[in-house]
C-alpha cells in the first residue's frame, strides 16, 4: 500500500492478556517509530527502529512492553499482562531515513480498550 | 525531560475567522512541526521549521519558529469547517530523532 498501515484498528482485551499491534511502515522506509496517545494527551514515544542498529527502547514504559522489527519491514509492538492504564491509541510512523528534517508518517492507529 | 506547553486547549470559532495557537518548550528545539490529527487518523504533518526566526506558509496556514528557538507559534486564517481536528506541535533537540509533542489544540469551526 502507499502508506503506513495498522492492525487492529480496534482491540478490546480484558486486564491480564496479552496483545500483539502490527505496524506495515511504507516500502522502503528505514525508520519505525511506535508511539501511545493516550485520551486528550500529546504522543508518547515509546520505540524506534532504524536499520539493522539496536533500536532505541529508551520510552517503553515497563518491562511488560516490547517490540520486534525484521529488517526494514514489519513490526509488532506486544503488551504483556495488559493493566486498564494501557487503553489507548498506539501509532506507528515510518520515515526514509533517521535525519529529524524527513518526516514522519503515520498510520491510523490501534485503539486498544483494556477491561 | 523536555516538555511542551501547547495553548490553547481548545477553540470555538466562526467560519472565516483566524485562529492562532502557540507552543512554548522549557529547553531549546532545532526543529518545530506542526501536525494535524483527524478523528481515527494519525497525525499529518502540515509544516516543518528548521530554523529560528523560520516563517514557513502553507496555504491558509503560517507557523513561525520563534527567534529564542523556546517556541513556535501556528496561524489559520478564513477558516473553514474542514479544518476541525486536533493540531499538536512537535519538536526535536540537536540530532536527535525522537519527537516532542505538545497536548495539542482542539480546533471546531462553526459554518
Known amino acids: 500500500g502507499a502508506g503506513v498501515s495498522q492492525s487492529p484498528s480496534n482491540k478490546v482485551t480484558e486486564k491480564g492478556k496479552d496483545v500483539e499491534l502490527r505496524c506495515d511502515p511504507i516500502?522502503?522506509?528505514?525508520?519505525l517509530y511506535w508511539y501511545r496517545q493516550r485520551l486528550g494527551q500529546g504522543l508518547e514515544f515509546l520505540i524506534y527502529f532504524q536499520g539493522n542498529s539496536a533500536p532505541d527502547k529508551s520510552g517503553l514504559p515497563s518491562d511488560r512492553f516490547s517490540a520486534e522489527r525484521t529488517g526494514e519491514s514489519v513490526s509488532t509492538l506486544t503488551i504483556q499482562r495488559t493493566q486498564q492504564e494501557d487503553s489507548a491509541v498506539y501509532l506507528c510512523?515510518?520515515?526514509?531515513?533517521?535525519?529529524?528534517?524527513?518526516?514522519?508518517?503515520f498510520g491510523p492507529g490501534t485503539r486498544l480498550t483494556v477491561l | 525531560g523536555q516538555q511542551l506547553n501547547q495553548s490553547p486547549q481548545s477553540m470555538f470559532i466562526q467560519e472565516g475567522e483566524d485562529v492562532s495557537m502557540n507552543c512554548t518548550s522549557s529547553?531549546?528545539?532545532?526543529?518545530w512541526l506542526w501536525y494535524k490529527q483527524d478523528p481515527g487518523e494519525g497525525p499529518v504533518l502540515l509544516i516543518a521549521l528548521y530554523k529560528a526566526g523560520e516563517l514557513t506558509s502553507n496555504g491558509r496556514l503560517t507557523a513561525q519558529f520563534g527567534i529564542t528557538r523556546k517556541d513556535s507559534f501556528l496561524n489559520i486564517s478564513a477558516s473553514i469547517p474542514s479544518d476541525v481536528g486536533i493540531y499538536f506541535c512537535?519538536?526535536?533537540?540537536?540530532?536527535?530523532?525522537?519527537?516532542?509533542f505538545g497536548k495539542g489544540t482542539l480546533l471546531t469551526v462553526n459554518p
Open positions: 512537535a519538536g526535536s533537540g540537536g540530532s536527535n530523532y525522537k519527537l516532542t
Open positions: 510512523a515510518s520515515t526514509m531515513t533517521r535525519r529529524t528534517s524527513d518526516t514522519q508518517y
Open positions: 529547553s531549546i528545539f532545532n526543529t
Open positions: 516500502s522502503g522506509h528505514t525508520a
